[in-house]
């Protein structure tokens, strides 16, 4: 699994007795089981997996070196099992994820005000948020050939959309077909929801889709992705529909230019901004400055958003083998908007595209 022992030793380092994990896509990410009842207790040399019946028996299958328990099996159920099972195996300090969990949550984990000692929690409780980040930020070649595998399916589905979408009559209409089309590949559902933008809707960034009908002689922006073997995709193309203006194919084409300047300084070990500032500086020099509302990029995984975070102040030094979206846009309101998005993967000396659709302008007719 992606990097475990790196995780133990980090638990070891910050001087923890244990970790205890709540979230579902950290706890994937360690065992690449999913479940939506699980926790994790990771201590430097031991590893314990809880779940409830419904996943207790696959879990045990699937996790062969982890000891596998089954939550709700002894006298206390839930939250209060939870509590016994950190008490007995957690150690004196545990660290655990406070940006994961509500606060009702930890206070019924704590549950200080019980009248019974040992109905407490004994442990100490240590928080931390991001504590995978860094972690999972750098990618297995593993995980990078996931990603790619999910890319291509992306990919396939967008050739397929190119024939539909004269056909249809509506937003929601093509993202059903995207939908199908994601299950089709073999994907396990969308990695977000679709965002099919037609005509001024293309200039608000994240529009959600809706049931207007197509509209033509304008720009149609189509943001999408799935989820492969746990890993997302991400992929954003803006498609002519009809006879397209000037100013529109103009700005087309600032974006295009952006992008590939944006990807052209990808390399490890520069300040994470130049990205961001790449692409910036094409769309300021044409005078839309203040059209390009967002960040360049962000970082991609078993969630949509990981680190590295593509912004322009961001002066934290590139990693090799970091996965992250490229996706500079502008943004006319009332009129349409251009958004370009690849996956690229922080190589040595330069960006590995993984998106292999071009970014040429596509015009389609009815």
Known sequence: MPKLKQIQ???QKEGLDSFFFSSKANIFYMTYFSSSNAYVILKPDEKYFITDSRYYEGAKEKLKDWNVIELDAGEKKGIDHLRELINQLGGEKVGFEKDKVTISFYEKLLNK???EKKDRLHSHLIGYEGFLNEIRMVKTEEEINIIKQAVK???NIFKKLLKEIPKSKTELDIRKKIINYIFEEGGTGESFPAIVASGEHSAIPHWETSSSSLKWNTF???DMGLIYKGYCSDFTRTIGLGKIDKELEKIYHIVKEAHEEATNVVKAGIPIGEIDLAARRVIEKAGYKEYFIHSTGHGIGVEIHEE?????TNQDLLQENTVFTIEPGVYIPGKAGVRLENIVVCRKDKAQVLTETDLELRILER
């Open 9 to 11: 030793n980090k638990i």
């Open 113 to 115: 005000n019980s009248k």
């Open 153 to 155: 399916k992306t990919d």
């Open 220 to 222: 149609l922006l189509i």
């Open 308 to 312: 590295p975070r593509i912004y322009k």
